[in-house]
């Protein structure tokens, strides 16, 4: 396998290495979701998430959640697939959207249900809590809530490099003592 130096551009940064160049934040500044109906997106996207219309360009509206800035794009393309969508086609997966803590999640819960919006029981999984759902066009999304092994981890990889092999150790010893005896 080449190493990043001989598949990465120069003046650009190979993830976990120590490359000088631009800076990736890791912040997600929009996303762009093809949908089938703009109108039945729109809709749905202002009424559960809570976003606002930026602006409507015919084919596109640009969604913004005001507090982070973050924006969506809804794009309408001419010829485009008008069947729904699936994760079992390369590409997207589903998109996730951080909350809180659980007890966020279960008020998302009831918040899902007031709205006849179908979707998973909040869930306890290894490093936290979700609960998923789908928009008009069946594109899958979650909302998640990092648990406090997860936070503690976050913040380490924040302050230091970790070895792949104390990642891959202290992982293992995790997922073991989660393991029923």
């Known amino acids: 396998m080449p190493d990043a130096a001989a598949i990465v551009p120069a003046g650009s940064v190979a993830v976990g290495s120590a490359m000088a160049g631009p800076a990736f934040s890791g912040v997600v500044d929009h996303l762009g979701l093809s949908v089938t109906d703009l109108d039945r997106s729109e809709d749905f996207y202002t009424s559960v998430l809570g976003l606002l219309r930026l602006a409507d360009f015919g084919h596109a509206r640009i969604l913004v959640h005001r507090p982070t800035s973050f924006m969506l794009a ?8 008008p069947g729904a969508f699936t994760e079992l086609h390369t590409g997207l997966d589903h998109v996730g959207f951080s909350v809180g803590s659980r007890d966020e999640l279960v008020r998302w819960q009831h918040r899902l249900e007031e709205l006849g919006v179908e979707h998973t029981p909040v869930r306890d999984m290894e490093f936290g809590h979700h609960l998923n759902f789908r928009d008009p066009d069946r594109i899958a999304l979650e909302l998640s809530a990092s648990n406090d092994i997860a936070l503690g981890w976050l913040a380490e990889l924040r302050d230091r ?4 092999e104390e990642i891959d150790a202290r992982l293992g010893d995790y997922l073991a003592s989660l393991a029923p005896t």
């Open 74 to 81: 809804l794009v309408r393309h001419e010829g485009g697939d």
């Open 161 to 164: 490099e970790i070895p792949r």
